[in-house]
């Protein structure tokens, strides 16, 4: 099956530690995202990814940090300098240019800190 | 950068009648609109989606419309089901490489 997954679907850790967030997608796609999810406040652009070895801050970019250095690969790290970071974090996949812009989106992987 | 707002947060309908939620965007630039439906606890997955060259767009029971002299865009559900109840998220982008801006969603309820 083609498909973005994301893991774990539920991760808890302590106030202060970092905690890295899985992405993989077997799409051959280019582009990756991050958006990070709060009740009320839609979806909202962390980082992302156009190419192998690049990647781009978005709108909400302190406190995390990104790699990208597969193309099938967009880990998120969510740093002790992030002063919320409970939230349903969500990661997803575009083929880049082509006149095409879906987005395809994983299930989602929801953060709690302690 | 562009700015996508989206009314109502919440709406209730009847099983059977329509539902229609609306966006605006603030970039005359942008030129691609979708829609995302996203289940409680899932990602949000793409119901439809209009270009800047079409004015409608109709896939069964949905329909997209643009206005782009306005800069709104609005989702028609006719003879809507219990299971169209969840959570919808408009978005806008210009052509290229430029991320999706996203809407803060619509609660939409069905009730049976």
């Known amino acids: 099956d083609g498909g973005i997954t994301q893991s774990p679907k539920y991760l808890f850790r302590k106030e202060g530690q970092n905690v890295t967030l899985s992405c993989e997608q077997n799409l051959n796609h280019d582009a990756m995202y991050w958006y990070r999810q709060d009740p009320g406040q839609g979806l909202r652009l962390i980082y992302y990814?156009?190419?192998?070895?690049?990647?781009q801050k978005g709108d909400i970019a302190e406190g995390y940090s990104v790699s990208r250095e597969k193309k099938e690969s967009f880990p998120l790290t969510v740093t002790s300098a992030q002063k919320n970071p409970t939230a349903f974090y969500l990661c997803?996949?575009?083929?880049?240019?082509?006149?095409?812009?879906?987005?395809?989106f994983g299930p989602g992987t929801r953060l709690t800190v302690l | 950068g562009e700015n996508v707002e989206q009314h109502p947060s919440t709406l209730s309908v009847q099983e059977g009648d329509s539902a229609v939620i609306k966006c605006t965007y603030s970039d005359s630039a942008s030129n691609y609109f979708p829609w995302y439906k996203q289940e409680l606890g899932k990602g949000p997955q793409l119901i439809i989606d209009?270009?800047?060259?079409?004015g409608e767009k109709k896939d069964q029971r949905i329909a997209v419309t643009l206005n782009k002299t306005a800069k709104h865009f609005s989702l028609h559900i006719t003879e809507t089901q219990p299971e169209d109840s969840a959570v919808y998220f408009c978005a806008a982008s210009m052509s290229g490489n430029t991320p999706l801006v996203f809407g803060k969603g619509t609660r939409l309820s069905v009730i049976a």
């Open positions: 209009i270009r800047s060259n079409v």
């Open positions: 990814s156009q190419i192998v070895n690049d990647f």
């Open positions: 997803a996949s575009s083929i880049r240019g082509q006149g095409r812009h879906e987005q395809f």
